[in-house]
């Protein structure tokens, strides 16, 4: 979940003008809105899975603690969550001889990993900013680290201080993490702030997908670049994994999402449908009208799209062939409906308040049916007859 950050940086630009000027169709009301925190920016950084699981957490956290004030909830340090991440992907990466990948990207696991072995901080005790700047950009941190890999990778020989100049790299750009730190008069640790103040725990999420290529109700080991950490996900049938989405938001349980929106389809204007127009029909075999990332046809949202029926095999041949990659983490908060009653899923996003609906989306049940990658959910927004068929108690 990385690759949209240069598609994330085009999007930025275009005239905030012109897109209060164009007129959007499509008029929502919401069916059920779960309580979040303030849509943030993740700015020129590869790590929406760490915002998207984190403001996840931070919605866990008001659900366990009975909080309706976004106030009173500690905004989590997402790069608290990156150091961590940063450090144990290049163990993983050095370990497998650089055959792995290594490079901002990373999945909703990773956070979850993160804060079992190392805690989590507040925002306010680690920003992450110690690079002279503003806001986040990890573009030059990036690249130094993956060169630095490389020489070692190269060398084909480690020292015995490789991993402490690794760790003193990432340390001078985000800071060094603190092992005792004060929150609103009171000392503790990492460990101590998750399991006192947050009070989420880590092994009550379950990571779920949908593909055919491995056997459903088992778990797998899902192919994407960003999986490093090689974790796997438990594998249902399209239909079980719609129904958890939904079980969850009607049972008080929000949603980690990851998904591909690099799409025409996929609108800043905080919109995506899956338009019926976008495919044809060869040979008998239902294809996307585009097979590379360069495309000729954009979707205003100015009139309502047909869109196109979503089948298992239709989102597996998408997924074979490419056509769906692992993109961009995102957090699901709620469930709405347009005009004509179609079913859009509400989707808080990590790119600030100026794009889409005040930071939002609306992803119509067609595009989310099609093109996630994954979910990420408490066990107990999962309907018990999938959790027996998954053996989670």
């Known amino acids: 979940m990385k690759r949209f950050v240069l598609f994330l940086t085009l999007l930025l630009s275009v005239s905030l003008f012109a897109q209060q000027e164009s007129k959007v169709w499509y008029k929502f009301t919401d069916d059920i809105r779960l309580p979040a925190t303030p849509v943030r920016n993740q700015w020129w950084t590869g790590t929406c899975w760490a915002w998207s699981t984190l403001s996840f957490i931070e919605s866990e956290m008001m659900r366990i603690n009975h909080i309706t004030d976004t106030a009173q909830v500690p905004e989590l340090s997402v790069m608290y969550v990156v150091n961590k991440c940063y450090k144990e ?19 909703a696991h990773d956070v979850l990993c993160a804060l079992k072995k190392y805690g989590i901080v507040p925002y306010s005790v680690y920003t992450g900013l110690n ?20 020489v070692l990778i190269d060398e084909d020989r480690l020292t015995t201080a490789w991993e402490r100049g690794f760790d003193q790299v990432v340390d001078a750009y985000l800071g060094k993490t603190p092992q005792t730190f004060t929150y609103k008069g009171k000392t503790y640790t990492p460990q101590q702030f998750l399991k006192q103040v947050v009070k989420v725990n880590p092994d009550d999420y379950v990571p779920i ?15 994407m670049p960003d ?77 309502f799209y047909e869109q196109m029926p979503i089948t298992q095999d239709l989102r597996q041949r998408a997924f074979e062939h490419y056509t769906t990659t692992d993109d961009h983490g995102m957090h699901i908060i709620g469930r709405a409906h347009d005009q004509k009653g179609e079913i859009f899923y ?13 930071g939002y ?11 996630t990658m994954s979910i990420l959910v408490n066990k107990n927004g999962i309907p018990k007859d999938i959790r027996k068929k998954l053996g989670i108690k």
Request: overall charge positive.
């Open 131 to 150: 690079y002279g700047s503003k806001i986040f950009n990890h573009k030059e941190l990036n690249e130094i680290l993956k060169k630095y890999l490389k």
């Open 227 to 303: 999986n490093w950490a090689h974790k796997a996900f438990y594998n249902v049938p399209l239909d079980d994994m719609m129904r958890i989405i939904d079980y969850s938001l009607e049972h008080g349980y929000t949603v980690a999402w990851g998904a591909d929106v690099s799409e025409p389809y996929f609108s800043i204007k905080g919109i995506a449908v899956v338009p019926k127009s976008a495919f044809d029909t060869i040979n008998g075999v239902i294809t996307p009208k585009w097979t590379s990332r360069r495309y000729s046809k954009k979707y205003t949202y100015d009139k």
């Open 361 to 371: 989306w609306y992803f119509s049940k067609n595009y989310v049916e099609y093109k």
């Open 89 to 107: 992907k290049a163990r993983n990466y050095v370990l497998w001889h650089g055959k792995v990948n290594f490079d901002e990207g990373g999945e």
């Open 209 to 223: 997908t949908s593909f055919t290529h491995h056997p459903f109700y088992k778990k797998f080991i899902l192919e």
């Open 346 to 358: 509400i989707v808080k996003n990590s790119w600030g308040t100026n794009v889409g609906y005040d």
